[in-house]
């Protein structure tokens, strides 16, 4: 009788189900996975290090760059933790501008990963819906900041602008005219609030969409439910956060638990699964979605009626404004030192963690008084995730494990940094 | 002591723990230094006992504290010299593989830092591990109370050559196959050592030593003069003392 023995298999790192350059080398018996061993590090940047030899400001659009589909939750947790060490308390205005605009980009990552899963696990339409509504939020982060991803919006001490009076309208081109264009710009008529208003009440109708297409699809459920089922007590022992603890019924949530921003003054609830699989884990991130979209309709209607001033009005971490810099020599002084040396953060160190749509993305700022981090360590909630890749998959079967990436939401660009 | 949570976390650690940790709190995060030997012993505790239960490991990385506090441009003489443009000192970026600073041996240069997260208490707790030999810097493992911190253990690893005394699967992490030395000491050089092309005569891809120039447009400037006293009154909010 032939002897039969495991292979090794080399998974990525150009696979599309790799969700970017994961190479993960799989031993093999027959169809089931023995054994898991990512090997990652292809899209290491050393963002840590550059942050070290760049002034603090310079380095928020690396931040961007880390976990590149929830961009400005990762600015929050960098700022915050230069916030903390000057002691700067933000103006209420920028607080719920930066609560807004994290619920968004919990939305945008969250029809990411809802599309580029399903993908994976075999239905391709959902891409295409959840992509429609993306786009129209990507917009939302143009018309704030100029960029569709990577916005370097949010600044110490607040944001860089308040918010557009006039929303970005379509023009018309050989692709975009006449009933189509007019109903593209129907929502844009007014300003970025009154976009998001359209926005929010639309979008529970969109979420519908999907869930019909999912929910209760037997396929989507063959393979989901009861794949990757991670008990409370192993999530917690491997450092898992976000919805990879919320899907096995632990009800932690850093809006609700450490509020920062203005988590404590919304009002919305932390949907919690049961059993710790894939499924679970689904509809968890389904809810949060609709969560979120509640939380910005809730800040919209409070930033309509409560206008300020959106950052500190302490030159010596935010830019004066741009007129007086053409009269007055001191607010010149002031922009030029800021743009050339930066400041300098009093000497100590924080750790800074928000709820990023992945989970707990933290930032460890050591500072020693200079205008230039000591050491900047962020901490990603993929990178701990993935860790436990070999205890989730083995003894699953090959096509699971692309379950298992997906429901990790993993993002290279914070894994490797 | 105010009576916040994190005072009293202090409070619990100190009473438990005596003179093993030195415990401080600033804005309200407790930091405990914790000697390498303690650590295991320590860490144990923390997880398995009631008034700590920190059973979640948020973090672990590493942290070389090689010129630290050092700048590059005098800020306090100067009004008595006149500025100089010249730049002093070889901090970070400013020295290719060849010319890096040679650290004279100094203790405590490398520390692990822990970060733990206690969801029963709703506590975070920081240990700092300083590593007694600069040369092999080596701190216990602790791999086996969290499983979770295998691959924050490895990166440390990776980047700056702690090594993990117990860990089962020390190997590097993020840089490339066979790469060499840890990038994120400070004596590594910015611009790295190795740059890779691909090579049509070889029809492969090849690595060279590295052919950019090192360079850094803003230099490293600590001021405790009047900059951040000015800064401090004309702030409308409050600055909080370090």
Known sequence: ?417 | MTDTPSNSLAERLSARFGDTLSISVVRNEVTAEVPAADLLAVATALRDEAPFSFRLPIDVCGIDYMGYGQTEWDTETVSGTGFSRGVEGEAMGRFNWADRPRADSQPRRFAAVIHLLSLEHNHRLRLRVFCEDDTLPMVPSLTGIWPGVNWFEREAFDLYGIVFDGHPDLRRILTDYGFVGHPFRKDFPLIGNVEVRYDPEQKRVVYEPVSIEPRVLVPRVIRDDADLVQAKAESADKWREN
């Open chain 1, 1 to 417: 009788m032939q002897e039969i023995r495991n292979y090794t298999m080399n998974f990525g790192p150009q696979h599309p189900a790799a969700h970017g350059v994961l190479r993960l080398v799989l031993e093999m018996d027959g169809e089931t996975v023995v054994r898991a061993d990512p090997h990652i590090g292809l899209l290491h940047r050393g963002t840590e290090k550059l942050a070290e030899s760049k002034p603090f400001n310079q380095s928020i659009g690396y931040m961007d760059r880390l976990d590149y589909v929830s961009m400005m939750c990762n600015e929050h947790a960098y700022v915050r933790a230069i916030e903390n060490l000057m002691g700067i308390e933000v103006p209420e205005r920028a607080q719920y501008i930066r609560t807004m605009f994290d619920e968004i980009t919990r939305i945008l990552n969250h029809l990411m990963w809802i599309g580029s899963n399903a993908l994976d696990l075999g239905a391709m339409a959902v891409f295409l819906y959840a992509f429609r509504e993306r786009e129209e939020l990507m917009d939302v982060y143009e018309a704030v900041s100029g960029a569709r991803m990577h916005a370097t919006y949010y600044r110490p001490g607040g944001v860089y602008r308040d918010l557009p009076a006039q929303m970005s309208q379509y023009r018309e081109s050989p692709w975009h005219k006449g009933k189509d264009l007019k109903r593209l710009n129907s929502w844009r008529e007014g300003s970025m609030l009154d976009f998001l208003d359209a926005f929010t009440a639309d979008f529970p109708k969109r979420v519908d969409e999907y869930e019909e297409l999912l929910t209760n699809n037997r396929i989507w459920k063959q393979r989901t439910v009861g794949i990757g089922v991670i008990s409370p007590e192993k999530a917690q022992a491997w450092g898992m956060t976000g919805v990879m603890l919320r899907g096995s019924g632990i009800e932690w949530d850093l809006r609700k638990k450490q509020p920062y921003a203005k988590y404590a003054e919304v009002d919305f609830d932390i949907p919690v699964g049961v059993g710790g699989d894939c499924y679970d884990r689904y509809l968890v991130r389904v809810e949060e979605m609709r969560q979120s979209n509640r939380i910005i309709a809730q800040c919209v209607k409070w930033l309509r009626a409560n206008p300020g001033p959106v950052i500190v009005q302490n030159f010596k971490v935010a830019p004066p404004h741009r007129e007086d810099m053409k009269q007055d020599m001191e607010a010149l002084i002031h922009h030029f030192k800021l743009f050339t040396e930066g400041y300098g953060v009093p000497a100590g160190e924080t750790y800074a963690a928000v709820e990023a749509p992945k989970g707990e993305f933290g930032c460890y700022l050591v500072s020693d008084g200079a205008n230039k981090p000591f050491r900047v360590h962020l901490r990603a909630p993929g990178f701990a995730h993935l860790s436990s890749m070999d205890v989730t998959v083995s003894g699953h079967m090959l096509a699971d494990v692309v379950a298992m990436i997906g429901t990790y939401d993993l993002v290279f660009g914070e894994v490797d940094r």
